[in-house]
């Protein structure tokens, strides 16, 4: 039951009223019919060629080859609708983990339930940083200040009292309150006035748009060489048929296609997968950032500690028993904060009424809940030590040095003080207003993450650098860094960051560790120095006031379970179980997807090298035969595609990925060293190739023997190209017994399979025009295949052994 009695629903209620009313959304989700996939699939530039090639078979009478390429369309139409029907649903699960969330009361207890389940009838409860998720009416408000700036445009906060209706998609910026909903939806005072909850449109990211650049310069590039060699062919051998064939298998083997589609689906599948490390991304181009990550600005409490305080120690002032009593009081009758549930333990049984409450503010940090007894009123107040100093009149230099001694050992430190008033005494405003007694003070104890340490010593090794903010004292903040193996050396407080200016911040954040005792403005100009020494930084929050640093920071991040709805609208990712240890993990998976991306982009890269090289070397002698047909081609890419989408995003981390720099920002995915690698590796195929097409040739074999053997070394270089670049670190055997990496066997099986039907069953040769090749061929293609690409695997050795001789 809610403070105000009402009961609210049960859960079989609102599932009812759910299905009659439908989801508090304002705008569904745009659904994709079957066909509307099939004909987006091909309008693809490599189903469009293939469609060209299949018609151009049928003109010229070969209704086999037709067949066999009409086939390849369907299969490639099956695998691209089901690879995209993954990356969808992972985007789906992901976003659903990344609801907002209502606090309501349902079977008469308060749950968090998806803001999109709530129905009228609904009781709901809102409080400082929170997003109203529906139009309800205030049951209860303890200094509720709504922005309704979303709805009027008024800047100014806005209080509400109990009656007063409150709106969906406005901001409660103090206090807290309970509602009882009375419209979702479109039915709400933001559908009525037609405004939409339609995330903003998502801008390219960096990758994104070097992708598309790559893309449209090869496609212009391919269209360009394929009419021109269509010309070349035509007019030295006369054949218009073979001539349009002919082209079109070198633009086939020039469009990277792949690319987009192994970009999506990594970032999608790359998202899902953080998601199980307790890391949600709401946008994917920090995935591309987190691999270049240098600082990480942490909160202590809930990221580092285990957020579950307990009191340690009671000093008191003069009476142990009276501040025990108010130490008791001096938190709200229901609160998910660990420090009101800490102080709550020391209440003893009793009577009164909780009738008022003075919040804490920027300007003083303490706090009062007023109770009324049966003949009088009591008045506990709780808060930073100075502060409630400054309330009871007493100096407070004394009292901060014997905190400074208390909180040795990482305890936080409160002060408490009290007051009793006649029960019909006038309440000033404010509480500053109020003359206190001070009680003394209550020392709370949290425990550090057991995670936490090794997580710490993680990103030493990777060469980022954590700093710890934290608005507690710096005793606390030094015993805690020392605990999880933090450098305490360096540390600087709130005051001394104010007395610094701009230049001088930015050089002394070039070392240090701890901040401490900050306000978020202040952590907003930690963030601003660090960034402007080039720093890329990652900043957690938890508060309304953490939004405008975690904006300004390169990576935002907000905690799940404690976190606010402004700061996870802020921030790119959401730590689910708010622990320091999920951020390392988070980092991790970004390299690692990062890493993949770019050896899945240089296999793509390696491979369409021989290819488009074997469809131009045929043509520069008029007797040559032509090697590459369009059923090859796509037989080939049949190949890539799941080598790019299954193997690589599948892969492990490298063992020595967290032991390497952060990665400049600047540096392109395409590298110079990427693109140099790939393209070597490519080159080496391709010379391969040419020796077996020509010395086939020069052995006199028959045009279709010539095709086989080149078409068949193709695929098992293809295979080999695979397995050596899954890593840059281990060579391909290293990497076949130390990680795991099921569809490697199940994708070059079926690639190794599939070769060896086509060329031993009859009317399989037939379809690709291919013909028989010997045992002994099957060895020296295979041989050569492997050749080609071992060389990568001596260069990682030699590159290894160089690194470990340093």
């Not at 200040?145 to 008024?154: A, K, M, N, P, Y």
């Not at 919040?359 to 009123?377: E, G, N």
């Not at 590796?681 to 028959?702: D, H, K």
Request: hydrophobic letters at 50%; proline letters at 4%.
């Amino acid at each position: 039951m809610g403070q105000s009695g009402v009961q609210g629903l049960t859960s079989a209620q609102a599932q009812l009223r759910l299905e009659e009313d439908g989801p508090n959304q304002l705008s569904q989700e745009v659904r994709f019919t079957f066909l509307s996939r099939i004909l987006r699939v091909l309008s693809e530039p490599m189903l469009i060629l293939l469609a060209i090639a299949t018609v151009v078979s049928l003109f010229i009478a070969e209704p086999l080859e037709a067949s066999v390429l009409a086939l390849m369309i369907l299969f490639i139409i099956g695998t691209t609708i089901y690879q995209e029907g993954k990356a969808e649903k992972a985007l789906k699960a992901l976003k659903s983990l990344a609801a907002p969330m209502a606090t309501a009361l349902r079977d008469g207890d308060w749950v968090k339930v998806a803001a999109s389940d709530l129905v009228v009838g609904d009781v709901i409860r809102i409080a400082e940083g929170d997003r109203i998720p529906a139009d309800a009416r205030l049951l209860t408000a303890t200094n509720l200040g709504v922005d309704e700036s979303s709805l009027t445009g008024e800047s100014l906060a806005v209080v509400r009292v109990v009656g007063e209706l409150v709106s969906a998609g406005t901001l409660v910026v103090s206090g807290r309150a309970e509602g009882l909903v009375e419209a979702t939806g479109a039915k709400t005072s933001l559908g009525q006035i037609g405004q939409s909850l339609k995330e903003i449109k998502p801008q390219r990211t960096g990758v994104q748009r070097q992708v598309d650049k790559a893309v449209k310069l090869i496609a212009i590039m391919a269209m360009t060489a394929a009419v021109s060699v269509t010309a070349i062919v035509f007019f030295t051998r006369g054949e218009f048929a073979q001539s349009i064939l002919a082209g079109l298998s070198l633009a086939m083997a020039m469009i990277p296609e792949e690319f987009p589609v192994v970009l999506t689906l990594f970032f999608a599948l790359g998202a899902w997968r953080m998601s199980h490390e307790k890391v949600l991304t709401r946008r994917s181009a920090v995935i591309e950032t987190l691999g270049s990550a240098t600082v990480i600005c942490t909160d202590k409490t809930g990221t580092l500690t285990m957020n579950s305080m307990s009191v340690d120690r009671l000093i008191p002032w003069q009476d142990s028993k009276e501040l025990a009593f108010f130490a008791g009081l001096a938190s709200p009758t229901s609160s998910f904060d660990p420090v009101d549930n800490a102080f709550a333990t020391l209440a003893s049984e009793h009577q009164m009424i909780a009738v008022r409450e003075f919040p804490l503010s920027h300007d003083l940090l303490a706090m009062t809940v007023v109770w009324r007894a049966s003949d009088h009123l009591v008045l506990a107040c709780k808060g930073a030590p100075e502060a409630v100093a400054r309330l009871c009149n007493i100096d407070s230099k004394d009292l901060l040095e014997q905190v400074e001694q208390i909180a040795i050992g990482g305890r936080r430190i409160l002060a408490v003080a009290g007051l009793r008033l006649p029960l019909d005494s006038e309440l000033p405003e404010s509480q500053a207003d109020l003359k206190f007694e001070f009680q003394g003070l209550v020392a709370l104890r949290d425990q550090v993450r057991p995670e936490v340490p090794a997580a710490i010593a993680e990103c030493k090794e990777a060469g980022i650098r954590v700093i710890m903010m934290t608005g507690d004292f710096s005793a606390t903040a030094i015993e805690i860094a020392k605990e999880v193996g933090l450098d305490s050396v360096d540390t600087i407080t709130g005051a001394e960051i104010d007395q610094l200016g701009d230049a001088e911040l930015i050089e002394r954040m070039k070392s240090v560790t701890i901040c401490s005792r900050v306000t978020p403005t202040q952590k907003l100009r930690v963030v601003h120095a660090l960034k402007s020494a080039g720093e890329v930084v990652v900043m957690t929050g938890d508060g309304i006031n953490d939004a405008p640093a975690l904006k300004l920071s390169n990576i935002s991040i907000a905690m799940g379970m404690r976190g606010t709805d402004v700061a996870r609208e802020a921030s790119d990712l959401i730590l689910t179980d708010d622990n320091f240890s999920s951020i390392v993990a988070g980092i991790k998976r970004g390299r690692t997807i990062y890493a993949s991306l770019k050896k899945a982009f240089a296999y793509i890269i390696a491979i369409h090298v021989p290819l488009l090289g074997m469809a131009i070397v045929p043509i520069l002698v008029f007797d040559w035969p032509i090697v590459l047909l369009p059923a090859m081609v796509a037989f080939i890419e049949m190949v890539v595609d799941p080598a790019c989408t299954v193997v690589f995003q599948a892969e492990q981390a490298d063992p020595e990925i967290m032991k390497q720099k952060p990665r400049p920002v600047a540096e392109k995915i395409f590298s110079k060293q990427m693109m140099v690698t790939s393209l070597v590796q490519g080159f080496f195929v391709l010379l391969t190739a040419s020796v077996i097409y020509l010395g086939a040739l020069w052995l006199g074999r028959e045009d279709d023997q010539i095709r086989t053997l080149t078409f068949a070394f193709l695929i098992f270089a293809n295979v080999f190209l695979i397995l050596t670049n899954r890593s840059w670190t281990l060579t391909s055997y290293r990497s076949l017994r130390t990680r795991k990496n099921p569809t490697v066997k199940w994708i070059l099986g079926l690639a190794l399979g599939a070769l060896v039907l086509i060329v031993q069953t009859p009317i399989a040769r037939e379809a690709f025009a291919l013909g028989e090749i010997s045992l002994l061929d099957w060895i020296v293609i295979a041989a050569a295949g492997y050749l080609c690409t071992a060389w990568f695997d001596v260069y990682k050795l030699l590159r290894q052994r160089k690194s470990n001789q340093r």
